[in-house]
C-alpha cells in the first residue's frame, strides 16, 4: 500500500510554469503506473498525464506540448512539469498510483490568472 502526498500548485499567472511533486511513502512505487490528473470547478475528474511502470507516458490531448510527467522511483517521487500555463488548467491536481489498486493524494490547488 502506497501513501501519495503532492506539492508545489499554486497561483501562477498565464503562460507561466509550475512543477508539481508526489512523495510517495509506505511501498517502492517500481511497479506501479502513476499519473496526474486533475478536476476543475465545475467539471469532471480528468487525466493529465500517465506513466507507466516501464516509463511509456501518454498525455490529454490539451497538455500534449506543454506538461511533462517523470518519476524517479529511487526517490519515489512522481513529477508534473508544466509550461506555458492557461486559465483552463485551473484545478486540483491529484497524484495517482495504481498496482491491482487506486491510491489518490490529497490534491494541490493549481490557479492560473493574472
Known amino acids: 500500500q502506497v501513501q501519495l502526498v503532492e506539492s508545489g500548485g499554486g497561483l501562477v499567472q498565464p503562460g507561466g510554469s509550475l512543477r508539481l511533486s508526489c512523495a510517495a511513502s509506505g511501498s517502492s512505487i517500481r511497479t506501479y503506473n502513476m499519473g496526474w490528473y486533475r478536476r476543475a470547478p465545475g467539471k469532471q475528474r480528468e487525466l493529465v498525464a500517465l506513466?507507466?511502470?516501464?516509463?511509456?507516458?501518454n498525455y490529454a490531448d490539451s497538455v500534449k506540448g506543454r506538461f511533462t510527467i517523470s518519476r524517479d522511483n529511487a526517490k519515489r517521487m512522481v513529477y508534473l512539469q508544466m509550461n506555458s500555463l492557461k486559465p483552463e488548467d485551473t484545478a486540483v491536481y491529484y497524484c495517482?498510483?495504481?498496482?491491482?489498486?487506486?491510491?489518490w493524494g490529497q490534491g494541490t490547488q493549481v490557479t492560473v490568472s493574472s
Open positions: 495517482y498510483g495504481n498496482d491491482w489498486r487506486d491510491y
Open positions: 506513466i507507466r511502470s516501464g516509463g511509456y507516458t
